[in-house]
């Protein structure tokens, strides 16, 4: 009937050795291939290999929880006797591996961090490089031919659009009641009524302006770039080099606490079958 007792237990503690065995060479094994090909002086390269093993990390933490779980469910299951050998005892290698991965996780993260930061220092030149691309091209445009063609286009196409309006003036009061349409325009509606001018003035200032408009556009599109770069650097140096700080205490915790009872001495849950 003891026999009988045991023999879930049994079954369950050898499920939880065999999962984490396999959790952690899962996780081995993606430490190996994932990186594939190796490029070590690549930033990018690093920061993405770096992410994959902190993200991937609490699977092989899981391993060695299941893995230790399964041994304490034997010890208090069976009679068996640990091996006096500490090589051939599958739980020195485990907190020797638990040990090393801490050791690792918390190099991780300040080596992300400062390559995070390095890639957004990079990424932010870049950003000032294009700026001034097209700054320099905004006025290689400015001072061309054919854009000032395009304003002379725009200039009339407007005037022939609000000339129509003005001459129908049933679809003047609907453009005049519209609420999307701007107020400096309105105003130019209502005016035009009775000083034709207004018109011509008001697409002479719109020409004029146009070329500071669209250097704004370039420098708010700069600010926007560099804006989202330094949130994505932040982000990524928070999540991945805390998760990596946490991985760390984990396994460390696991790895030195369980070597120093194995090694110091302690003495180990006992492998005697329970009483009854």
């Known amino acids: 009937m003891k026999a009988t007792r045991r023999q879930p237990s049994s079954l369950a503690a050898l499920a939880l050795k065999w999962v984490g065995i396999i959790l952690l060479l899962s996780y081995l094994l993606d430490v190996l291939v994932e990186p594939l090909?190796?490029?070590?002086?690549?930033?990018?390269w690093r920061i993405r290999v770096l992410t994959q093993l902190v993200d991937k990390g609490i699977i092989a933490l899981m391993?060695?929880?299941m893995l230790f779980a399964g041994d304490w469910i034997d010890a208090t299951t069976t009679n068996a006797a640990p091996p006096h050998n500490k090589l051939l005892d599958l739980r020195f290698w485990a907190l020797i591996l638990s040990s090393i991965l801490g050791f690792i996780f918390f190099v991780l993260a300040p080596l992300h961090i400062i390559d995070v930061n390095r890639a957004s220092t990079q990424q932010l030149a870049r950003i000032d490089q294009q700026t001034q691309q097209a700054e320099t091209q905004l006025e290689t445009q400015l001072g061309s031919e054919n854009f000032q063609q395009q304003i002379e286009?725009?200039?009339?196409?407007?005037?022939q659009q609000i000339g129509t309006l003005l001459e129908n003036e049933e679809q003047l009061n609907e453009a005049l009641a519209n609420e999307q349409l701007?107020?400096?325009?309105?105003?130019?509606l209502e005016e035009s009524k009775t000083n034709p001018r207004v018109l011509d003035e008001f697409l002479e200032e719109q020409a004029q302006a146009l070329p500071a408009q669209l250097e704004?556009?370039?420098l708010e599109q700069r600010q926007n770039l560099e804006k989202q770069t330094r949130l994505t650097s932040w982000k990524s140096s928070l999540r991945v080099g805390l998760s990596s700080w946490l991985l760390a205490a984990g396994y460390i915790v696991i790895?030195?606490?369980?070597?120093?009872?194995m090694l110091g001495g302690s003495p180990r849950v006992s492998r005697q079958a329970p009483m009854g």
């Open 63 to 65: 391993g060695l929880a």
């Open 153 to 159: 286009q725009r200039k009339e196409a407007l005037r």
């Open 255 to 261: 790895g030195w606490t369980g070597l120093r009872g």
């Open 37 to 44: 090909p190796y490029q070590f002086l690549d930033l990018g």
């Open 216 to 218: 704004t556009q370039i």
């Open 182 to 188: 701007p107020p400096e325009i309105k105003a130019v």
